[in-house]
């Protein structure tokens, strides 16, 4: 890999803004894609708190930010203060990404197609009709269900813990019903009847009430089945490692963090991102550091 060495005057740069961002590991797949990649440009986390969020976005439109990636808390604040959103972003009032086309600030949310394509072309699972169940209903979740559920699915059963999660949910995914996607509020049995099982929940997580715990029984769970973990820290999650020991096909969160930075990287700089030596950065700095990691 050939490192930059040092920032020039033609240096451009792209940040992550969101609070706290100390633990986030977007400087390190950006970062090793623009060496990877021979570009003279740097990636930052900068923390903002939401006092500060529109002074923030007014000074990255002045000092020309290529793009810039928004966490939490900001994912809906940030919104209103942006030029323009794309439809899917205008649908789960939500953004993970902008982007800067001309002065203007597009938004848009990644996180569901970046999942998608990891199924696809990380781990070869492919949606069209598929009988999905997903666990959990925050915002990741919900990007998550409305690109599955765009993907050519059979049905998806939600698995949440509270009814107005499941409502929110539902109501957003009412409009795929005349695509022929059944949505309907599944419970710990709708498992076993689903050929992919997503948790988009942080049960598992380090650092977490819930560390080394598992969402569901992994017994629920058959070898012709597949299970996509969210949680990517540890790298072999509690759910995963009980998966793995059950025969049961399975991945951890990475191959989606990684996607939405690979979204990212082309949307920003036009190039092919290169997915290998961000994943390969990605899981070396989790396994040197160990961190709580949730894809959020």
């Known amino acids: 890999m050939n490192m930059i060495a040092m920032p020039t005057g033609s240096t451009r740069f792209a940040c992550v803004v969101g609070a706290p961002v100390r633990h986030s590991l977007s400087p390190v797949l950006f970062n090793s894609a623009f060496a990877a990649a021979g570009l003279d440009c740097v990636y930052l986390a900068m923390e903002v708190g939401p006092e500060s969020l529109a002074h923030a976005i007014m000074g990255l439109r002045a000092l020309g930010a290529i793009g810039i990636s928004v966490t939490m808390p900001h994912k809906e604040k940030i919104v209103p203060l942006l030029d323009e959103v794309t439809p899917m972003a205008r649908l789960l009032k939500s953004v993970n990404v902008v982007r800067t086309v001309d002065g203007n600030l597009i938004g848009d949310t990644t996180d569901g197609t970046a999942l998608v394509m990891a199924l696809r072309d990380s781990h070869g699972v ?14 990741a979740a919900r990007s998550v269900a409305v690109a599955i559920c765009g993907s050519g699915i059979a049905s998806v059963e939600l698995i949440g813990r509270s ?6 949910m539902a109501n957003l995914l009412s409009g795929f019903a005349p695509l022929g996607v059944k949505v309907s509020r599944g419970d710990l049995g709708s498992i076993g ?24 029984p992994i017994e629920l769970m058959g070898s012709g089945q597949f299970l996509y973990d969210l949680v990517y820290s540890p790298l072999e999650t509690p759910l995963v490692k ?16 990684t ?38």
């Not at 492919?126 to 915002?139: H, N, Q």
């Not at 948790?199 to 569901?216: D, K």
């Open 126 to 139: 492919r949606l069209e009709g598929a009988k999905v169940a997903m666990l959990g209903t925050g915002s």
């Open 163 to 168: 009814d107005s999660g499941y409502v929110e």
């Open 193 to 216: 009847r689903c050929d992919v099982v997503i948790n988009a929940t942080s049960v598992g997580m380090s650092g977490t009430a819930s560390e080394g715990e598992l969402p569901f």
């Open 242 to 257: 009980a998966a793995s020991s059950a025969g049961v096909r399975c991945a951890n969160g990475v191959s989606m963090l």
């Open 259 to 296: 996607q939405i930075a690979a979204l990212a990287f082309t949307d920003w700089t036009g190039e092919t991102a290169p997915v290998e030596s961000m994943r390969a950065a990605v899981e070396a700095a989790l396994a040197e550091r160990g961190r709580p990691g949730l894809v959020e």
